[in-house]
């Protein structure tokens, strides 16, 4: 009997082994490329989000059977299995995509009736031998699920639709500098339009003013510029001088890519249109104040043939910085608190934006620009903040006084700073929170005027939030990285593990 037990043990370990092994194509057949066009639904606060991609996928014929790629919006480069039989591809539900220190996730299938009701259900695409062109069928919802056909497991996105062609995309080949370009600094300032979620848990348009120090190179009649992306700030950029003498960015020129938790996010440059679409951007170039500009609206988009933007800028100028005495403008803040779902506390935090422009409007050196933090207790002798490395953990040392580029990574950045580190019952003695830049140019150091902000400490406590899924006091990221100050409905990345919510 133990005997029996022990191989039934055996053989229930191999077929779980099995079902959790990655697909891979034979050896000896080579694969072929193909560009899939697909959407993926993916949970989102406000509800199931959208997300288009383009990208280029490897797929394997071995007589009857299909291996295609890129299916797993979370491991686009996992293969699934199907079969092929009178132009259709029937791809077994629940095959295993993938496992990170989040957890294992699988590709499944399943149909909803009238009443919502969940059937398990293979996918299913039609095949043209033709024209080699798969096309998914949105019937059946390939889903990609926590555990292998369980209508009862967390469901992180499915596709909406999907189309194979045969022959990849044209390479991703970043722009290269030639050797011994001298670059200086310039400031691109303007405004920028961003999708960001708002206080109600929902996404809007926001559109907030922008700056951002870019690097910019003269070689012939072509210019280079780096950083124009903020997420890529290290790639660049090039334009090249018309018969009008003005430069032009062709439409769709790739910029640089980044990757986080498996996924990975292109950045193209283009001009949308006003009727719709997207065209080349043009830079006018006035040699006497050396500044950029342009009327036209700039997208950072996720596609080189379409306006599918991350954001937009608008009257942008680019302007040289030079070395001299400079005050910096007035900063703005807001000061904000979210109930922590995941304990007593608060999270309260500070929105900044730091001008990279003087009271004159003319562009400084963020390398020599910073910032200070002052908290009025009521005293009458308003003093600098602190921030502890013994309880700002990220830092390896005190620090008072903030580069404008520096970020820690977790609670300090140019834009978002966090307080709830220093406890509620320290930050409750403090009626009004400042904040100061200061410029050290030209071996002057000059400091703008103080923006302060009221502390109303009666209102900013009753925030709260619904999460009742959570269950860790650990700082919360969206899958892209950024720091959120509640959990999103989805994913969300909470102390380091992946976790849903509902």
């Known amino acids: 009997m133990k005997k029996l037990?022990?191989?039934?043990?055996?053989?229930?370990?191999?077929?779980?082994?099995?079902?959790?092994?990655?697909?891979?194509?034979?050896?000896?057949?080579?694969?072929?490329?193909?560009?899939?066009?697909?959407?993926?639904?993916?949970?989102?606060?406000?509800?199931?989000?959208?997300?288009?991609?383009?990208?280029?996928?490897?797929?394997?014929?071995?007589?009857?059977?299909?291996?295609l790629q890129g299916l797993a919006y979370y491991f686009p480069n996992s293969y699934v299995k199907g079969t092929l039989a009178d132009g259709k591809i029937t791809v077994p539900?629940?095959?295993?995509?993938?496992?990170?220190?989040?957890?294992?996730?699988?590709?499944?299938?399943?149909?909803?009736?009238?009443?919502?009701?969940?059937?398990?259900?293979d996918i299913l695409f039609s095949y043209d031998a033709l024209t080699r062109t798969i096309t998914y069928n949105p019937s059946i919802y390939a889903s990609e699920t926590s555990a292998p056909n369980d209508p009862e497991a967390a469901m992180f996105?499915?596709?909406?639709?999907?189309?194979?062609?045969?022959?990849?995309?044209?390479?991703?080949?970043?722009?290269t500098v030639p050797e011994g370009l001298t670059v200086e600094p310039y400031?691109?300032?303007?405004?920028?339009?961003i999708n960001e979620e708002n206080s109600s848990g929902e996404f809007e348009l926001v559109t907030e003013k922008y700056d951002l120090p870019v690097n910019i190179g003269f070689d012939g009649e072509d210019v280079y510029i780096q950083g124009i992306v903020e997420n890529v700030d290290y790639a660049w950029a090039k334009a090249t001088k018309n018969a009008q003498g003005k430069y032009v960015i062709p439409v769709g020129q790739y910029i640089g890519s980044s990757s986080l938790y498996n996924q990975t996010w292109h950045y193209f440059l283009a001009a949308t249109k006003r009727t719709g679409g997207i065209t080349d951007i043009t830079l006018s170039y006035d040699a006497t104040t050396n500044t950029f500009s342009t009327s036209q609206t700039i997208a950072v988009t996720s596609d080189r043939e379409k306006a599918d933007s991350y954001y937009t800028l608008n009257s942008v100028t680019i302007k040289k910085i030079l070395e001299r005495e400079a005050t910096p403008s007035k900063p703005e803040m807001t000061f904000n608190s979210?109930?922590?779902?995941?304990?007593?506390?608060?999270?309260?935090?500070?929105?900044?934006?730091?001008?990279?422009?003087?009271?004159?409007?003319?562009?400084?050196?963020?390398?020599?620009?910073?910032?200070?933090?002052?908290c009025d207790k009521g005293t009458g002798d308003p003093q600098p903040i602190t921030f502890p490395s013994s309880k700002y953990y990220k830092l390896k040392e005190d620090m008072t006084e903030i580069p404008y580029d520096f970020t820690d990574g977790l609670d300090i950045s140019r834009h978002t700073v966090y307080f709830e580190r220093f406890g509620e019952s320290e930050l409750k003695t403090w009626q009004r929170l400042g904040l100061q830049t200061i410029y050290r140019g030209a071996s002057s150091e000059k400091k703008s005027e103080i923006c302060w902000v009221d502390l109303d400490w009666q209102a900013l406590g009753v925030v709260t939030v619904d999460a009742d899924s959570a269950k860790t006091n650990s700082a919360i990221y969206s899958l892209s990285g950024q720091r959120l100050q509640k959990p999103q409905r989805g994913l969300n990345i909470i102390g380091g593990k992946k976790v849903l919510i509902k």
Not at 98 to 111: F, N, P, R, V
Not at 187 to 193: I, S
Not at 344 to 352: C, D, G, I, P
Request: with cysteine; aromatic share 10%; net charge negative.
């Open 338 to 374: 979210q109930r922590s779902p995941y304990g007593s506390t608060n999270w309260y935090f500070a929105e900044l934006y730091v001008p990279l422009s003087d009271v004159d409007g003319e562009p400084m050196l963020s390398d020599k620009l910073s910032y200070v933090f002052l």
């Open 93 to 121: 539900s629940g095959q295993f995509v993938g496992e990170d220190q989040y957890g294992k996730e699988y590709l499944t299938g399943y149909s909803l009736d009238d009443q919502k009701n969940v059937t398990i259900a």
């Open 157 to 175: 996105c499915y596709v909406k639709q999907a189309t194979y062609t045969l022959g990849g995309l044209a390479p991703l080949v970043p722009i």
């Open 5 to 67: 037990t022990f191989l039934a043990i055996t053989l229930l370990l191999s077929i779980v082994a099995k079902a959790d092994s990655l697909i891979t194509p034979p050896q000896g057949v080579e694969p072929e490329e193909f560009t899939l066009a697909i959407t993926h639904s993916v949970a989102q606060q406000s509800g199931m989000q959208d997300t288009d991609k383009k990208m280029t996928a490897k797929l394997v014929f071995d007589g009857n059977d299909v291996y």
């Open 187 to 193: 400031l691109l300032h303007g405004t920028r339009t």
